[in-house]
């Protein structure tokens, strides 16, 4: 009985030890299992840093092959690439690793000057089929080094982006071995990883590439900008000079002139009335002839007169411009319409297309990334261009102001985080407003004694009651005191000229009658320039000097109230 009992003590205890060596060596297969898991995580995310952390995709190989030679065992490893002259073929890239340089060496000179079609050797293979594993060069049909590599074995893989192979890493050993399926696992996720890394740099590459074509685009654009703008600054500095210089020396005299002829003639005596009458004819003549002379060199000057446009219609050829410019680049430039700004309004088309290819061209040059927005709108005094984009940062409001005085307008510019906004706004007039008077008295605002002589005497023999103040300021000091059906305001003028003093007196700066009170500009410049920068301030039109008694009447017939 003992000794039946000695032996399923035995039993058991042989029992107990197979299973216990069984359970470690589960759980060192396990153990082992998780540390080979670990390294595989541990290259992917090595070779992920690398692949994130590089700027070139040469330099991106160059930095992951030797983990992938530690990874494996391997003696060498070594990049392909396609050649330039068949895509379908691989190369040496000239990217090697060794950790057996003479074994290195023997590979590397073996594979010198050697390419490998789709299909053909343990490249080609890999190129076609994906990741490839050769267990033994020896009697190999496949592998096409094994003259000078008689024993070993090799792995392959590609790199693809999309369909396209970029690249194939091949590992090499001079000892026969057989296929690593965990290894292939890991080629495979590497190979997948690194194509998307030269997608990306791809992708970089181009926008880089479209990015420097664009600014080139809009460094042309903008020369061409500055050219015109240059042209059209002297062409309408010499048509100011030549106006200045030409009213000044005919039309202030002339109206002198024919203003004392038309209080002369009232005096007694037929012969002194004959006589006044020619000379008043005499200088009809001379003011018509001066009057001709203006309008030619006004023609020949290639001056646009004012026209009637809504904003939308007035920027959309800049627009499109803008967008040949930007091609196929990712950015865009989108515009969002207000309806206001579809309605027609006398604009200076001129200066608003100026000031908003200026602020484009500094949206382009300063924004990082992302799409320019640009929004337009129209109120009762104003034009605005709003326009939005990612970036900014230094310079960016100092070319916003080039922008305002390029096109006489006013622009802010504010900086939220990554955001800028450039606003421009021109001043519009709706071109159905008319403005009438309510009372039969007249300001008259002028800088010359002889003038406001001359020219007050006219309206008080027409019938109106006349007040003469020397300046705009004086004229909105005049006007928060007394209501006017109408004013006859000078544009050059010391202290406040008569565009400034229009724009407050239309702001309110009178009160609320004197904002809505006729004013009709007297100057002795006839261009459609003067014409459109007088309605644009808020003028209800414009008597050119000299003008005669008759034209002075059918201005104060148009504004003032009827008897």
Same mark, same amino acid.
């Given at each position: 009985m003992s000794e039946a009992h000695d032996d399923r003590l035995l039993r058991r205890f042989e029992r107990e030890r197979s299973a216990r060596l069984q359970a470690e060596a589960i759980a060192e297969s396990q153990l082992r299992e998780s540390y080979e898991q670990q390294r595989d995580l541990d290259v992917v995310a090595r070779v992920a840093t690398l692949a994130n952390e590089s700027t070139d995709v040469r330099d991106t190989f160059q930095a992951v092959l030797p983990l992938l030679v530690e990874r494996g065992g391997w003696m060498t490893g070594h990049v392909l690439t396609p050649t330039t002259d068949d895509p379908t073929a691989v190369a040496s890239a000239g990217i090697w690793s060794h950790t057996n340089p003479t074994f290195g060496e023997k590979v590397q000179a073996a594979s010198a000057g050697r390419r490998f079609r789709s299909g053909e050797g343990l490249a080609g293979t890999a190129y076609r089929e994906g990741p490839t594993w050769e267990p033994d060069f020896a009697g190999s049909t496949t592998f096409l080094l094994r003259d000078e590599l008689p024993m070993g074995s090799a792995c392959a893989f590609p790199v693809m982006v999309a369909s396209d192979v970029v690249a194939v890493f091949e590992f090499l050993t001079p000892v026969p071995r057989p296929a690593d399926e965990r290894f292939l696992a890991l080629c495979r996720l590497i190979g997948a990883g690194l194509g998307r890394a030269v997608e990306r740099s791809r992708s970089a590459a181009a926008e880089a590439a479209a990015r420097q074509a664009l600014e080139n685009a809009v460094e042309e654009r903008t020369r061409d900008l500055v050219d015109a703008r240059q042209s059209a600054q002297a062409t309408a500095r010499a048509r100011q000079n030549f106006h200045a210089a030409l009213s000044h020396e005919l039309g202030t005299p002339l109206h002198a002139l024919t203003s004392a002829l038309d209080a002369a003639q009232s005096t007694d005596g037929d012969e002194l009335a004959a006589l006044l009458a020619v000379a008043q004819r005499s200088a009809g003549e001379l003011q018509d002839r001066s009057a001709q002379l203006l309008r030619n060199a006004d023609s020949g000057l290639g001056d646009e007169p004012p026209r009637i446009v809504s904003l939308a219609k007035a920027l959309e050829p800049s627009f499109d411009a803008y967008r040949r410019i930007l091609g196929d680049a990712p950015r865009r430039l989108d515009v969002a319409v207000d309806a206001t700004a579809e309605t027609p309004v006398l604009l200076d088309e001129g200066a608003m297309v100026r000031g908003t290819e200026a602020v484009l061209t500094t949206a382009m040059l300063a924004a990082d990334e992302g799409d320019i927005e640009v929004v337009l709108s129209t109120s009762a005094t104003h034009a605005t261009v709003r326009t939005l984009f990612t970036g900014g940062g230094v310079g960016v409001p100092e070319l916003a102001q080039l922008a305002a005085e390029s096109a006489d307008g006013e622009t802010t510019s504010d900086t939220a985080g990554d955001h800028t906004t450039i606003s421009l706004s021109l001043p519009c007039v709706l071109p159905d407003t008319f403005r009438t008077g309510t009372t039969d008295r007249v300001l008259l605002v002028d800088d010359t004694a002889v003038m406001r002589r001359l020219c007050s005497a006219m309206v008080e023999? /027409?019938?109106?009651?006349?007040?003469?103040?020397?300046?705009?300021?004086?004229?909105?000091?005049?006007?928060?005191?007394?209501?006017?059906?109408?004013? /006859?305001?000078d544009l050059s003028m010391p202290v406040l000229d008569g565009l400034a003093a229009t724009r407050l007196i239309r702001s309110g700066r009178s009160g609320p009658v004197a904002a809505t009170t006729p004013v009709v500009a007297l100057t002795a410049h006839t261009s459609s320039t003067h014409l459109l920068r007088s309605r644009l301030a808020g003028m209800d039109d414009l008597l050119s000097k000299p003008f005669s008694k008759d034209q002075l009447a059918r201005v104060l017939e148009r504004f003032l109230p009827a008897d």
């Open positions: 023999s /027409l019938g109106p009651t006349v007040d003469v103040v020397n300046n705009g300021a004086e004229a909105i000091a005049a006007m928060s005191e007394q209501d006017y059906g109408l004013v /006859l305001m």
